[in-house]
């Protein structure tokens, strides 16, 4: 089992950036991919990027390419996803996951933070 806890998520303005974190706790030693989803209001939850274990291995939606940035700590058990140039359509809910390899199918993860909550401001 990991756990996943999700944080630094706000309010921005269009524009601006905001870098949100996911500390593991549990299963750690586990070599897990890390990857982020995000759900709008009245959407479905939609793949955002994943990083490998190793971090050799980034994928990213369209949507996010050059924009955001996904990262690993291993010593730290945590992962990042530095978020710049946030547009109002970024707004939504954050989720971090965990699988044991770098899926984009929601599916495919069984462990999930609770969310953290990005609004971004036009």
């Known amino acids: 089992q990991v756990q996943l806890v999700e944080s630094g998520g706000g309010l921005v303005q269009a524009g601006g950036s905001l870098r949100l974190s996911c500390a593991a706790s549990?299963?750690?030693?586990?070599?897990?991919?890390m990857g982020w989803f995000r759900q709008a209001p009245g959407k479905e939850r939609e793949f955002v990027a994943v990083?490998?274990?190793?971090?050799?291995?980034?994928y990213y939606a369209d949507s996010v390419k050059g924009r955001f940035t996904i990262s690993r700590d291993n010593a730290k058990n945590t992962g990042y996803l530095q978020m710049n140039s946030l547009k109002p359509d970024d707004t939504a809910v954050y989720y971090c996951?965990?699988?044991?390899?770098?899926?984009?199918?929601?599916?495919?993860?069984?462990?999930w933070g609770q969310g953290t909550q990005v609004t971004v401001s036009s």
């Open positions: 549990g299963r750690t030693s586990s070599r897990y991919a």
């Open positions: 990083i490998s274990w190793g971090g050799g291995s980034l």
């Open positions: 996951a965990a699988s044991d390899y770098v899926y984009r199918n929601v599916h495919e993860y069984h462990y």
